[in-house]
Nanobody, 128 residues
Framework: QAAMVESGGGSVQAGGSLTLSCTVS????????MGWFRQAPGKEREGVAA?????????YYADSVKGRFTISQDKTKASLYLQMDSLQPEDTAMYYC????????????????????WGQGTQVTVSS
């Protein structure tokens, strides 16, 4: 089973940028979906961005991050990235890298229960 380790979180001021990284080892997600969730205190975990591995299907972005976040992959390094620009206080959350069987893993209410495995998360804090 693949192991996933996130890094790159931190504290920034509103309007700043961060790039999150996720290193995958011990497995692949070919023909499945990979992406990022986030969970703020007292809120449900939500999918923010995802793509289908090995496909040209357009990546998914939650409306709240569309135009500000960019998901990408480095196949040679088995790594996944989330470039986050124009960060706002409402982006403050723990961010998790994840793999799942379909897009609905990341978009449906309760879809996160279908995630194959989770990393430990990386904290992003945005101050106003």
């Amino acid at each position: 089973q693949a192991a996933m380790v996130e890094s790159g979180g931190g504290s920034v001021q509103a309007g700043g940028s961060l790039t999150l990284s996720c290193t995958v080892s011990g497995g692949t997600f070919n023909n499945n979906w990979m992406g990022w969730f986030r969970q703020a205190p007292g809120k449900e975990r939500e999918g923010v961005a995802a793509f289908r591995v090995g496909s040209d299907v357009r990546p998914y972005y939650a409306d709240s991050v569309k135009g500000r976040f960019t998901i990408s992959q480095d196949k040679t390094k088995a790594s996944l990235y989330l470039q986050m620009d124009s960060l706002q206080p409402e982006d403050t959350a723990m961010y998790y890298c994840a793999g799942g069987p379909s897009l609905t893993t990341f978009t449906a209410v309760g879809g996160s229960r279908f995630v194959f495995n989770w990393g430990q998360g990386t904290q992003v804090t945005v101050s106003s």
